[in-house]
């Protein structure tokens, strides 16, 4: 694979590189904010619920707008689309920054999100429109990598910027980044749909709000419960628009995508394959991270350093796995890979109170080894199984399932753990003086923060609090292993298998008739 990177020219080498930068800025900046919310709570007076809004309204705006962003970066040209996104992407940066207050960082994220949703298609349909095939694959490995460790270097660059600066800090990185890459644009190849359809507005509306419904329903299913009435209502909601959307584009001349392309052997498992990475990858970051400062006691800087090491299986085998897959078919190494991170998943059930840094850190290695070995397959097969035209829808419904299963992943590891937590915790309430029932109730932080208070004395407190967020996580984990083996062994069947050779005279037919 290293011999394939050399054989392309130093065009195509820049065309992966600058692709790969503007989707890493957009992805780490879904995460670099997790660390900073204490500090924007504390300077701009945000609730909790508007700490939420400021991650969430990024990942909203994003999901709901991918779709209809790829669509037009086919017909308008996908390195417009790439400018005109980091052009908001970077405008949307600076707005915090100008003017102050938790409703302006809100909005200025949803804006910036909606920027992002222009740049994370048109990265990739660049990519497999402007380089042969013979050369794709190996670059939709790298960029695949590189949107797995994007939420990671996002956490650690974060990081690193609060042991010495504000939070305003990161809005000033991005914004800065986003105006070279924005400029740098101006270097890449125009591409775009050669027949330029008419668009498809009541595919996108509805696209759009199908997708928007249901990261609604995930992100408030952990505040509210999984019965709450607007989470069953959000999520009906999405089913009946959804059946909406699919009836559209079966009816329309031009869709926005051809849903019959999910009835792909090839497509469809690799749409379902990224939707299920991002969802336990996104899980597994909310309660690890967790886990390292509340159990191991780690700051936010150290805790992204902790989980740094997944970087190195998870880039070097997405270039390696692509070509496992053009050699093996799609079924070995997607679904082997997703078993490995179901496998890793399960084996995070040896954690308790006492565990050492060593004792995560196999499990992690175990679950980015799986990551690596299916995340580059199953985008390549969402890719090479649309049209050449259509290669920028292709990417949104690669990045669309990406952020749908992100919301979902979140919103059932934290569901689960919440709940594990205050089902052990729950027989300890009752000892508990009433003032401090409700933070030893609500969250091990919480618990924390007031047995500190108390003394030494409180201790016992808060090792059952420990204990009963340790249970919690057991349950989460267990869930979200489970589930990712199941699906694994489904997808593994349903994926396509290696393709049978042409036989010799097939072979002498097609030369002699100067087919390729």
Same mark, same amino acid.
């Not at 668009?199 to 999984?226: M, Y």
């Not at 669309?400 to 979140?410: L, N, S």
């Given at each position: 694979?290293?011999?394939?990177?050399?054989?392309?020219? !130093?065009?195509?080498?820049?065309?992966?590189?600058?692709?790969?930068?503007?989707?890493?800025?957009?992805?780490?900046?879904? !995460?670099?904010?997790?660390?900073?919310?204490?500090?924007?709570?504390?300077?701009?007076?945000?609730?909790?619920?508007?700490?939420?809004? $400021?991650?969430?309204?990024?990942?909203?705006?994003?999901?709901?707008?991918?779709?209809?962003?790829?669509?037009?970066?086919?017909?308008?040209?996908?390195?417009?689309?790439?400018?005109?996104?980091?052009?908001?992407?970077?405008?949307?940066?600076?707005?915090?920054?100008?003017?102050?207050?938790?409703?302006?960082?809100?909005?200025?994220?949803?804006?910036?999100?909606?920027?992002?949703?222009?740049?994370?298609?048109?990265?990739?349909?660049?990519?497999?429109?402007?380089?042969?095939?013979?050369?794709?694959?190996?670059?939709?490995?790298?960029?695949?990598?590189?949107?797995?460790?994007?939420?990671?270097?996002?956490?650690?660059?974060?990081?690193?910027?609060?042991?010495?600066?504000?939070?305003?800090?990161?809005?000033?990185?991005?914004?800065?980044?986003?105006?070279?890459?924005?400029?740098?644009?101006?270097?890449?190849?125009?591409?775009?749909?050669?027949?330029?359809?008419?668009f498809d507005p009541w595919?996108?509306?509805?696209? %759009?709000?199908?997708? %928007?419904?249901?990261?609604?329903?995930?992100?408030? !299913?952990?505040?509210?419960?999984?019965?709450?009435?607007?989470?069953?209502?959000? !999520?009906?909601?999405?089913?009946?628009?959804?059946?909406?959307?699919?009836?559209?584009?079966?009816?329309?001349?031009?869709?926005?995508?051809?849903?019959?392309?999910?009835?792909?052997?090839?497509?469809?498992?690799?749409?379902?394959?990224?939707?299920?990475?991002?969802?336990?990858?996104?899980?597994?970051?909310?309660?690890?991270?967790?886990?390292?400062?509340?159990?191991?006691?780690y700051s936010p800087l150290?805790?992204?350093?902790?989980?740094?090491?997944?970087?190195?299986?998870?880039?070097?085998?997405?270039?390696?796995?692509?070509?496992?897959?053009?050699?093996?078919?799609?079924?070995? &190494?997607?679904?082997?890979?997703?078993?490995?991170?179901?496998?890793?998943?399960?084996?995070?059930?040896?954690?308790?109170?006492?565990?050492?840094?060593?004792?995560?850190?196999?499990?992690?290695?175990?679950?980015?080894?799986?990551?690596?070995?299916?995340?580059?397959?199953a985008t390549a097969a969402?890719?090479?199984?649309?049209?050449?035209?259509?290669?920028?829808?292709?990417?949104?419904?690669?990045?669309?399932?990406?952020?749908?299963?992100?919301?979902?992943?979140?919103?059932?590891?934290?569901?689960?753990?919440?709940?594990?937590?205050?089902?052990?915790?729950?027989?300890?309430?009752?000892?508990?003086?009433?003032? $401090?029932?409700?933070?030893?109730?609500?969250?091990?932080?919480?618990?924390?923060?007031?047995?500190?208070?108390?003394?030494?004395?409180?201790? &016992?407190?808060?090792?059952?609090?420990?204990?009963?967020?340790?249970?919690?996580?057991?349950?989460?984990?267990?869930?979200?292993?489970?589930?990712?083996?199941?699906?694994?062994?489904?997808?593994?069947?349903?994926?396509?298998?290696?393709?049978?050779?042409?036989?010799?005279?097939?072979?002498?037919?097609?030369?002699?008739?100067?087919?390729?």
């Amino acid at each position: 694979m290293n011999r394939s990177v050399k054989q392309m020219s !130093a065009r195509m080498r820049w065309v992966v590189l600058l692709s790969c930068m503007a989707v890493a800025l957009v992805v780490a900046a879904m !995460a670099a904010l997790y660390t900073a919310l204490p500090h924007i709570a504390t300077e701009t007076g945000a609730t909790q619920g508007q700490l939420t809004w $400021i991650i969430d309204g990024y990942t909203l705006a994003l999901a709901c707008l991918v779709l209809p962003a790829g669509a037009l970066g086919d017909r308008f040209g996908r390195r417009l689309m790439l400018f005109g996104g980091l052009t908001v992407f970077t405008v949307a940066s600076i707005v915090p920054l100008a003017v102050h207050g938790p409703v302006w960082l809100i909005a200025a994220r949803a804006v910036a999100g909606a920027g992002a949703a222009f740049v994370m298609p048109s990265t990739l349909s660049i990519l497999t429109a402007g380089l042969p095939r013979e050369r794709r694959n190996v670059a939709v490995g790298i960029w695949a990598g590189t949107v797995g460790v994007g939420a990671i270097v996002g956490i650690l660059g974060s990081g690193l910027l609060l042991t010495r600066f504000s939070w305003e800090s990161i809005m000033i990185a991005m914004a800065a980044i986003g105006g070279v890459l924005t400029i740098a644009t101006g270097t890449v190849p125009e591409s775009r749909d050669s027949s330029r359809p008419s668009f498809d507005p009541w595919g996108a509306l509805s696209g %759009a709000g199908a997708v %928007a419904l249901a990261v609604i329903a995930a992100l408030e !299913a952990p505040q509210h419960g999984w019965t709450a009435p607007i989470v069953i209502g959000t !999520a009906i909601g999405a089913v009946v628009v959804g059946a909406g959307f699919a009836v559209i584009e079966l009816r329309v001349a031009h869709p926005l995508l051809d849903v019959r392309l999910l009835a792909q052997r090839g497509f469809g498992t690799g749409t379902a394959s990224v939707a299920l990475q991002f969802m336990v990858s996104f899980g597994l970051f909310m309660l690890i991270v967790q886990y390292m400062q509340l159990i191991l006691g780690y700051s936010p800087l150290m805790s992204a350093v902790a989980m740094a090491p997944m970087i190195v299986p998870m880039v070097a085998l997405s270039v390696v796995s692509p070509w496992l897959a053009e050699r093996y078919g799609l079924r070995w &190494p997607m679904g082997c890979g997703l078993a490995i991170v179901g496998i890793g998943l399960l084996t995070l059930g040896h954690l308790d109170t006492h565990s050492t840094f060593i004792d995560l850190l196999w499990p992690l290695l175990i679950m980015s080894t799986g990551l690596g070995l299916s995340s580059a397959p199953a985008t390549a097969a969402i890719v090479n199984g649309a049209p050449p035209d259509k290669h920028g829808v292709a990417a949104a419904v690669n990045d669309a399932a990406r952020e749908v299963g992100a919301a979902i992943g979140i919103a059932l590891a934290g569901s689960i753990l919440a709940a594990g937590y205050s089902n052990r915790i729950a027989s300890v309430i009752p000892l508990v003086p009433e003032q $401090i029932r409700g933070p030893v109730s609500g969250s091990l932080a919480g618990a924390l923060e007031v047995t500190e208070r108390i003394g030494p004395q409180a201790r &016992p407190l808060a090792d059952m609090a420990e204990a009963a967020f340790v249970h919690g996580l057991h349950q989460a984990t267990t869930a979200l292993g489970a589930a990712t083996v199941v699906v694994a062994v489904v997808l593994g069947a349903w994926a396509p298998g290696r393709k049978p050779r042409p036989a010799p005279e097939t072979a002498k037919a097609e030369v002699a008739a100067g087919v390729d």
